[in-house]
């Protein structure tokens, strides 16, 4: 059974769940199908800060990804620059479709810490296809022993199934509260 826990929340706030999911055996992991044309698939073998940024604002503003809207580059640059962090982005037709990073952390735990498409991109089986090769890189890291991803009620509709059809199970549970943007107010006309 998964515990819910109910973070206080700011007056006007909203409530969004969250849910941390988990793989602790490679075995586990349920690939997805294979595409007649897979995107490339290129890892940043260098820090490149501009480019976590680009994925980060491109493939979150759909989704109210807000926490890192502010950094400057120095905290970018920091965020990259470690030997814990993997950039790995995908291709289609030479344009963007997606990404994804990973965290090594302490105890042999490897964090998805972001993942997802560039908007478009959805609807072709790209998600499950750069899910599967995020995992497998996830478990290539020297010393991985379980492997994490949280998601949350703001984003897509498929991001939690996808995660559940690759073999990740869910193991945790919050409900924060957020000051949500409100929708910008349409011109009169």
Do not use: K
């Not at 260098?46 to 807000?66: C, D, M, Q």
């Not at 291709?91 to 990973?102: I, M, N, Q, R, S």
């Not at 498409?117 to 090769?133: C, D, F, K, R, S």
């Not at 549970?173 to 910008?184: D, F």
Request: aromatic content about 10%.
């Amino acid at each position: 059974m998964i515990a819910v826990t109910l973070l206080p929340g700011p007056e006007g706030g909203s409530p969004v769940t969250v849910w941390m999911l988990e793989m602790r055996d490679p075995a586990a992991l349920r690939p997805s199908r294979d595409l007649a044309r897979p995107p490339l698939l290129m890892h940043a073998m260098r820090p490149a800060p501009e480019l976590s940024r680009f994925f980060y604002t491109v493939v979150g503003g759909p989704w109210l990804w807000v926490d890192r809207l502010g950094w400057d580059d120095a905290r970018w640059r920091g965020w990259v620059d470690r030997p814990e962090h993997e950039l790995w982005t995908a291709w289609l037709d030479g344009v963007p479709a997606g990404y994804f990073e990973l965290e090594q952390q302490d105890g042999g735990d490897v964090e998805l810490a972001y993942f997802g498409l560039v908007p478009g991109m959805a609807g072709q089986g790209l998600g499950g296809w750069l899910l599967t090769e995020a995992l497998r890189r996830a478990w290539e890291r020297p010393g991985s022993t379980r492997v994490w991803v949280h998601t949350c009620s703001l984003d897509g509709p498929a991001a939690l199934p996808n995660y559940e059809a690759r073999g990740l199970v869910r193991c945790a549970e919050a409900i924060e509260w957020r000051a949500l943007p409100q929708p910008a107010a349409r011109p009169a006309g």
